[in-house]
């Protein structure tokens, strides 16, 4: 089956860095996205990888390893609004997207 | 408007009764989805459409139907809700269908008792 793996909740103090991991077991890959879904509401696109290594954009950078099976998303400089959940998605093998169940940041000042 | 909008913002049915989810994009996108979130899992998509007059079934199309008459709507109907249909009901677009970028709506919240 299909696998998305990340942690269900992340605790970090404003100003810091934490670093979100996911890893995947899919039947092909065609790129890993990351989104961001503030409580009750939409998600909303982060990031995009589909060849290995880091893209960085703004505060935010997200690296991949495609032999790993392995993506983080690394956020800089904490704000109180990024009090959200992070969600991780792979492209397989038929392009639809498979979907983390998604990671619960909480930022404390 | 700009982007995609969801009717109702939420809803509580009764069990039994038929509902459609309505969606509608201004931006010209070929493909559109619908996902369901559910606590605890990801997005589980229900149906798409790749472009206007086709559909799809994705992983959990049971109990569901849609259409895609036109480029900007894309209803989906539950024939018959039951209460395993609660959850949050979410619509989104891509520019093209399995390569771009998926946008969303802002969702329509289900109960169903």
């Known amino acids: 089956g299909q696998n998305i793996d990340q942690p269900t909740e992340m605790t970090a103090t404003e100003g810091a860095i934490v670093q979100i991991n996911c890893t995947y077991q899919t039947s092909g890959f065609n790129g890993l996205f990351w989104y961001q879904q503030h409580a009750g509401e939409a998600p909303t696109f982060l990031s995009y990888n589909v060849l290995d290594g880091l893209e960085e954009k703004g505060r935010f950078s997200s690296f991949l390893s495609r032999s790993k099976g392995y993506s983080y998303l690394l956020l800089k400089e904490l704000q109180m609004k990024d009090s959200a959940s992070y969600l991780c998605?792979?492209?397989?093998?038929?392009?639809?997207?498979?979907w983390g169940a998604g990671t619960k940041l909480i930022i404390k000042p | 408007i700009a982007g995609i909008t969801q009717a109702p913002t939420s809803q509580i049915l009764a069990a039994g009764r038929r509902m459609t989810l309505r969606c509608t994009q201004d931006?010209?996108?070929?493909?559109m989805y619908w996902y369901r979130q559910d606590l605890g899992l990801g997005l589980r998509l229900i149906h798409y459409?790749?472009?206007?007059?086709?559909?799809g079934k994705g992983e959990v199309p049971d109990g569901y139907s849609v259409s895609r008459a036109n480029t900007d709507d894309f209803p989906l109907t539950l024939a018959s809700a039951v209460p395993s249909q609660t959850s949050v009901y979410f619509c989104a677009s891509s520019a093209r269908a399995a390569v771009d970028t998926q946008y969303f709506g802002p969702g329509t919240r289900l109960t169903v008792l």
């Open positions: 931006m010209r996108h070929n493909a």
């Open positions: 459409s790749n472009t206007a007059g086709t559909t």
């Open positions: 998605a792979v492209r397989d093998s038929n392009y639809q997207l498979i």
